[in-house]
């Protein structure tokens, strides 16, 4: 269940997701990219963030940080899970906290390390309410927050941000340079800062979920290669080359599967 925040949050997140998975068995959920960082909250069983050689697990905090990723990250369930998941904005970390974005970059990081101690009881309070009554609670957790902050200057990134967002994603940074009137080097730095990646690699995050949201809804004979060429992909070779090092898997293998728990998190039993 999808759950988006009310007015005042929206510049901040972009919408709560709600997961729960019955499966007991060890399964691989694959996370990759869509240009946001978030927050998991995992309420039932702790998820695992691999197994050594020795079959040992190795367990991820109850809640966890993830932040901007240069490609995809498997994590494991042996057990149910029940997850929240704050999607935030791309720059709406940064806005919440004022930490650079790249600090997070390729990062998880337990909840209470970034947000302090109330998280704990934020994840208590959680597991005692139905979603209806979750969604109140992360708003009011969240309004709490940013009532507290002082206003930042987003005005170049938001303005790149609707340009590329505009263009799914397809543009040079010569173009973006001429739209927002900085630098290469100036836009360089604040998207490091406040998304974690630079505009080019956000840009390719864009395309690939434009080609995501087409592949999604293309007619019974629409084929791949046309869609390819609507996304902005050159050839068909150069998408399935970025749909791999995004994703680790070819367009086709994600189209088919049919463990999409949301448009970047994947489950799959057995393994990939």
């Known amino acids: 269940m999808q759950v988006s925040p009310p007015k005042e ?7 709560y997701l709600f997961l729960d998975n019955t499966a007991t068995a060890i399964q691989k959920l694959r996370l990759f990219s869509d240009g946001n960082t978030g927050v998991v909250f995992s309420l039932k069983n702790k ?29 494991y369930s042996d ?10 904005q791309p720059n709406g970390i940064h806005q919440l906290l004022g930490i650079p974005a790249h600090e997070f970059q390729d990062a998880i990081i337990p909840v209470e390390d970034v947000f302090g101690q109330k998280m704990d009881k934020l994840q208590e309070k ?6 209806q009554g979750r969604v109140a609670l992360l708003n009011h957790f969240f309004s709490t927050l940013i009532a507290a902050k002082p206003n930042s200057n987003q005005f170049i990134i938001d303005h790149s941000l609707d340009f590329i967002i505009a263009n799914k994603g397809d543009f040079t940074l010569k173009q973006l ?13 604040k998207f490091k800062e406040c998304i974690g990646l630079n505009p080019k690699k ?11 949201k087409l592949l999604k809804n293309k007619s019974n004979d629409g084929n791949l290669t046309s869609i390819c060429y609507d996304a902005g992909f050159s050839d068909q070779s150069h998408l399935i080359k970025e749909f791999k090092k995004h994703t680790g898997i070819t367009p086709k293998e994600y189209l088919f599967s049919s463990g999409k728990l949301t448009n970047n998190l994947i489950k799959t039993s057995p393994a990939l």
């Open 9 to 15: 949050l929206a510049p901040y997140i972009k919408h």
């Open 79 to 88: 057990n149910e899970i029940s997850l929240i998941i704050i999607v935030f």
């Open 202 to 212: 956000f840009g390719n995050v864009i395309r690939l979920h434009h080609f995501l």
């Open 126 to 131: 959680l597991s005692e309410q139905n979603n």
């Open 47 to 75: 998820l695992i963030s691999g197994l050594d050689n020795y079959k040992i697990k190795n367990y991820l905090p109850d809640s966890f940080l993830y932040g901007q990723l240069n490609g995809f990250k498997d994590i």
């Open 177 to 189: 340079v001429d739209y927002t009137g900085y630098t290469e080097r100036h836009l360089e730095r």
